[in-house]
């Protein structure tokens, strides 16, 4: 359906498109709201691809609380305490918070991309909000609630830094903060196991099943704009992490990981090589 259909519908007042909802996700300050947002968003939503937003003030919507803190103030607690798994988990769901606001962000801020980019990060926002559910209701059984301990924005940051630039974004966010998850998750994961609480890396197992698809996404879509622009991918993701100071990253890696989500051989000895 081309933008001309849409607006020529005969129902009167064009229902909000796709992004649009995703937009009033983005700005909604509650969890729960936002949430609620996410899933409601429905498949048979009008795509408006070429519609332009401007940006309201304020994104992303976010609660009150986690306090927010340079990320050196974050403090590492001790395994053994209920607490300490607490505080972890804690920092997952935000990751996974701010996750939802990056997919939500991605689909209102760039516009005339083929409608199978918008598909696949609502697919995406969905699958965050999922994990944010998943460590929401673990920390709740543990006693503690999303809220409860100061957290960083680090996600979020890159997201600003490179708000308008497409290849940036795809470079920065997915390819290289979600895919260093996929290399900091079996460490996670082995830490809770080792302490007893088999529930929590459960939950751990399936994030890193999901942020596999999460970084594939992010890697066909980089990869079809550098091809569209005729550049190649290693040299163009070397320029864009200087460009955009990404930050440094250290092994251990996640092959098996990173392979999964798309990354070739020669990406992999970019990564390696340092
Ligand atoms: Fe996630
Ligand atoms: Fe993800």
């Known amino acids: 359906m081309d933008r001309n259909t849409i607006l020529a519908t005969p129902q009167g007042p064009r229902p909000d498109c796709l992004r649009g909802q995703a937009l009033a996700a983005l700005a909604a300050l509650e969890w729960p709201e936002k949430m609620e947002a996410v ?9 408006d691809r070429q519609r332009e937003f401007a940006a309201p003030a304020g994104l992303p919507g976010r609660p009150a609380r986690p306090e927010l803190v340079a990320p050196a103030q974050v403090k590492h607690r001790s395994m053994a305490t209920q607490e300490g798994r607490a505080a972890l988990l804690h920092a997952l769901a935000h ?37 944010f559910d998943l460590l ?4 709740a059984t543990l006693g503690f609630a999303y809220g409860d ?27 290289t903060l979600e895919a260093r998850g996929l290399d900091a998750s079996p460490m996670i994961r082995n830490k809770l196991a080792g302490a ?8 751990v197992d399936i994030i890193l099943r ?6 594939a996404i992010g ?8 091809a569209q622009a005729g550049k190649a991918p290693v040299a163009c993701y070397a320029e864009l992490a200087q460009q955009y100071d990404a930050p440094r990253l250290r092994g ?6 990173r392979r999964a989500a798309g990354f070739d051989d020669a990406e992999l000895a970019a990564l390696q090589a340092g």
């Open 219 to 226: 890697n066909h879509w980089f990869k079809q704009l550098c």
């Open 149 to 175: 301990f100061p957290a960083h924005n680090g996600l979020w940051d890159m997201a600003e830094r490179t708000r308008d630039d497409l290849l940036a974004r795809l470079a920065l966010v997915p390819r």
């Open 252 to 257: 251990p890696f996640n092959l098996e990981a």
């Open 136 to 139: 929401r209701q673990r920390l």
């Open 39 to 47: 899933r409601a968003i429905s498949d048979s939503a009008l795509l």
């Open 210 to 215: 999901d942020e596999i698809g999460h970084v």
């Open 196 to 203: 007893g609480d088999a529930d929590s890396a459960a939950i």
């Open 95 to 131: 990751i996974e918070f701010n996750a939802v606001n990056l997919a939500l962000d991605i689909l209102w801020r760039f516009a005339d991309m083929p409608d199978a980019f918008y598909r696949d990060w609502l697919r995406v926002a969905r699958e965050e909000a999922y994990h």
